[in-house]
């Protein structure tokens, strides 16, 4: 069993002939003591501290160790969230295209749509300048001819006939 600062104090040594100088023992062992209860202070002291740290230090592992999870869980989480947003963006880029396709057949569809009426606008612009040639083309021959002159005639000579038939009676 250790020797306690009571047990110092307390201690005494027989008396030889030629012994130590009391006084002397007494204040060294007084000395001792008090140096013997600060170290066994101290040492309480230090247990004491070196538990709290160890309690502090559990605690430390135990938020590193849960840190260390949350970490692995985000960078999962990353992973997936990553993952979703490519996926995402694919389906975006195929409907995209989609669309796009759509678009340009559409066009492609009113362009020539377009284009087959112009062509048809043309035929009749064709037809219709053809017509109107043939019809001029009459007219003047018409025109040129001198049997407009004896039409014209034809059509005065019973005025003229009703007038004179008109003056003799």
Known sequence: MPLTPLDIQNKEFSLALRGFNREEVNDFLDRLTKDYEEIIKENVQMKEQAESLEGKLEHYKKIEETLQKAIVIAQDTAEEVKRNASKEAELIRREAEKDAAR???????????????????????????????????????????????????????????????????
Do not use: C, G
């Open 103 to 169: 678009i340009i057949e559409e066009a492609r569809y009113k362009a020539s749509r377009i284009v087959a009426e112009h062509e048809d606008l043309n035929k009749q612009a064709q037809v219709f300048k053809l017509r109107l040639r043939s019809l001029v083309e009459a007219q003047l021959a018409a025109l040129e001819s001198e049997t407009w002159l004896d039409l014209m005639n034809d059509e005065k000579m019973p005025e003229e006939e009703e007038s004179q038939e008109e003056d003799t009676a």
